[in-house]
């Protein structure tokens, strides 16, 4: 399980399946991605999320979300993060590990200031680059902006030094790299993928049921 902590206006959003108990979440295996910060941002009147990972602030941006979305918002965010990733020039490896540590997201309340901090100026950075660059924030994937955020420094409260999203993530996946095994959760069809594809893959695009765990 993946805890994001959600602020009470995306709570308020989220179906009952995906906010389970106290109890439930502490009896859940936890990812060794860590946990994450969400919001729901209303952009151009359509529901937007985005998420930060709470160690690396590593963003992870959804745009245009309609209400059946929210019911499986676990696939949205699998593949808003390997393509984020994708984006951000994440070895294979890097990629493998973070596939393998994917697991369903338990959205909770018990918000950081810092964290929330984070959350609310890359907000007002996606409101800036949208209106600057005249975007349509429903024809857009959100990959490669994610990277954008992603690659510039952040500052943490109660730390000295400035960090860099991009590189403390990557940095965090090989570290997490020998810890787990890459295959633990891949299907024999899924390996054979991996080993044969069928048909040319485009090298921009993560094909997530290559990736995806079994949940």
């Not at 209106?131 to 994610?146: C, I, Q, R, T």
Request: aromatic residues 6%; glycine residues 4%.
């Amino acid at each position: 399980m993946i805890q994001i902590h959600a602020t009470k206006k995306l709570l308020a959003k989220m179906p009952s399946q995906t906010t389970p108990g106290t109890e439930d979440i502490l009896a859940a295996p936890q990812s060794k991605l860590g946990s994450w910060h969400a919001n729901l941002l209303t952009i151009q009147r359509r529901n937007c999320l985005l998420f930060v990972h709470d160690q690396t602030r590593f963003p992870v941006f959804i745009p245009a979300l309609t209400k059946p979305h929210f019911a499986i918002i676990d696939r949205f965010f699998d593949d808003a993060l390997m393509n984020t990733l994708l984006k951000c020039d994440a070895t294979q490896e890097q990629l493998d590990t973070a596939a393998v540590l994917l697991q369903p997201l338990a959205f909770v309340g018990g918000t950081d200031r810092s964290v929330l901090g984070t959350l609310n100026q890359l907000g007002q950075d996606i409101d800036h680059i949208l209106y600057v660059d005249s975007l349509n924030v429903s024809e857009m994937a959100g990959y490669a902006l994610s990277s954008s955020l992603a690659d510039r420094p952040c500052h943490v409260k109660g730390q000295k030094d400035y960090i860099w999203p991009k590189d403390a993530f990557l940095e965090l996946l090989d570290r997490l790299s020998g810890e787990v095994d890459l295959n633990s959760s891949q299907t024999d069809d899924q390996r054979a993928l991996l080993d044969s594809p069928s048909e040319p893959i485009a090298d921009n695009v993560v094909m997530l049921d290559r990736f995806r765990q079994t949940k």
